[in-house]
């Protein structure tokens, strides 16, 4: 069984600055995709970046980067120039690229991220 | 397009009562995944359903739980008999496509269950 490890329960960043969140998974598959979720005190789940397992380039959306190790099995998130509408809880996520476990997303605990103004 | 639409958002039940989710997908999706999230917890998944058909609930209870995606009307998690450990947000999430081509899901934004 596939799992999701995130080892910051929380983590805080000044306003405008840089904040890595990590992520680790153990998988023996070769086929499957990586997430990060946020989840603001609304409790919506809100997608804010996908990596394709077979991509070696790192996916990039905006100021949420990330850096997917693939040997290592890590998958970070970067978060550049912090606003304080990013502070939320944020979840790694795994998905097996299989027809019927690949509809199933193994999550991580979470980090709570605390932007300081 | 309304997005995936959960209700009630918040539910209390007594212990021993029955308690009745409900989840309408996006508009065209018809792949519904429940999933459950106990206090300062990740998601867990549940169940997979397509338009009436279970697909895959091995994060299923074995007691108490079920879920339903009828042809028409939205998808139903049921709980009957709740215990106080029944107590979490539950999430639906909708997708167009399934497996290999499912690229993302859409979230609803959960019920949260209280039992008392």
């Known amino acids: 069984a596939q799992t999701v490890t995130q080892s910051q329960p929380e983590m805080s960043v000044q306003e405008a600055e840089t904040v890595t969140l990590s992520c680790t998974y153990d998988?023996?598959?070769?086929?499957?995709?990586l997430f990060w979720y946020k989840q603001p005190p609304s409790r919506q789940m809100i997608l804010v970046i996908r990596?394709?397992?077979?991509?070696?380039q790192n996916a990039t959306e905006n100021r949420f980067s990330v850096n997917f190790q693939k040997a290592a099995k890590s998958f970070s998130l970067k978060i550049s120039d912090s606003q304080l509408g990013d502070a939320a809880m944020y979840f790694c996520a795994y998905r097996s690229g299989g027809e019927t476990s690949g509809s199933r997303l193994t999550f991580g605990e979470g980090t709570q991220l605390t932007v300081n103004p | 397009n309304a997005g995936v639409m959960q209700n009630p958002r918040h539910l209390v039940r007594r212990r021993g009562q029955e308690a009745r989710l409900r989840c309408s997908p996006m508009?065209?999706?018809?792949?519904v995944y429940w999933y459950r999230q106990l206090p300062e917890e990740g998601l867990k998944f549940m169940v997979y359903l397509q338009k009436e058909n279970i697909i895959d609930e091995s994060g299923m209870p074995k007691e108490r739980f079920s879920a339903e995606f009828p042809k028409e009307g939205p998808s139903i998690l049921r709980i009957q008999q709740v215990v106080r450990g029944d107590s979490a947000a539950y999430f639906c999430?909708?997708?167009?496509?399934?497996?290999?081509?499912?690229?993302?899901?859409?979230f609803g934004s959960g019920t949260r269950l209280t039992v008392v």
């Open positions: 990596q394709e397992a077979y991509k070696q």
């Open positions: 998988t023996s598959e070769s086929d499957y995709y």
């Open positions: 999430a909708s997708s167009l496509y399934s497996g290999r081509a499912n690229y993302g899901y859409t």
């Open positions: 508009k065209g999706h018809s792949h």
